[in-house]
Nanobody
């Protein structure tokens, strides 16, 4: 079984920064693709950023130039660096990992979510 633990959310003023972490533990071969999603109150969950197994990142237009997705394969951890935060970035953020098992089959796992609030 694979467990994901998210951390790094909190309250920040507009223009501030936060770094979210998503650490995977358990028995598996490696993390394949990874992504971060967010869900604001009353809205649908939306894609924020994705990273392929090769390391290339893609971003929603609303966060391009401000957010950076990265990974540390040795720590089985995926990060989302968020800079120049805006009030509209307020949401619960979820990581989504496509994990390759020892059998070479893959499964998708979600983190528990971490609240990010941008307010003065």
């Amino acid at each position: 079984q694979v467990q994901l633990v998210e951390s790094g959310g909190g309250l920040v003023q507009p223009g501030g920064s936060l770094r979210l972490s998503c650490a995977a533990s358990g028995t598996f071969f490696r993390i394949d693709a990874a992504g971060w999603y967010r869900q604001a109150p009353g809205k649908q969950r939306e894609l924020v950023a994705t990273m392929s197994s090769g390391g290339s990142g893609n971003y929603a237009d609303s966060v391009k130039g401000r957010f950076t997705i990265s990974r540390d394969n040795a720590k089985n951890t995926v990060y989302l660096q968020m800079d120049n935060l805006k009030p509209e970035d307020t949401a619960v953020y979820y990581c989504n990992l496509n994990v390759l098992r020892m059998t070479m089959s893959s499964s998708v796992y979600w983190g528990q979510g971490t609240q990010v609030t941008v307010s003065s």
